[in-house]
């Protein structure tokens, strides 16, 4: 086993252990995304990829898993992502709430 299908299984595991649900191989906006978390927009493509990057990173947070990363790193990574993605939401649900 590679390190790369050891850290996706480890956030697989991460996702399923914090109740978040993913879908595996999606296209969003011409993209083919490895996992997909809805609840957070959080895109997760293997690798490193520019363009998918430059594609979703102003509606999505792209978030890549290398080669060279260790578990740890990888479920620090996703932690981290997931709770700047909600930050966002939290903000932007709480702005939304202000104007009304």
């Known amino acids: 086993m590679t390190q790369t299908e050891k850290n ?3 956030l697989k595991q991460w996702l399923k252990e914090n109740g978040l649900s993913y879908e595996e191989k999606s296209i969003i906006k011409g993209m083919e ?3 997909f978390i809805p609840k957070v927009k959080i895109a997760v493509c293997i690798g490193d990829n520019q363009v998918f990057f430059e594609t979703l990173k ?18 620090e990574k996703i932690t981290n992502c ?10 932007k649900y709480s702005s939304l709430k202000r104007r009304k």
């Open 58 to 75: 102003k509606d999505y947070a792209p978030f890549f898993i290398r080669e060279s990363e260790s578990e740890e790193k990888t479920t």
């Open 33 to 35: 995304v490895d996992i």
């Open 8 to 10: 996706v299984k480890v």
């Open 82 to 91: 997931c709770i700047q993605q909600m930050r966002k939401i939290h903000q």
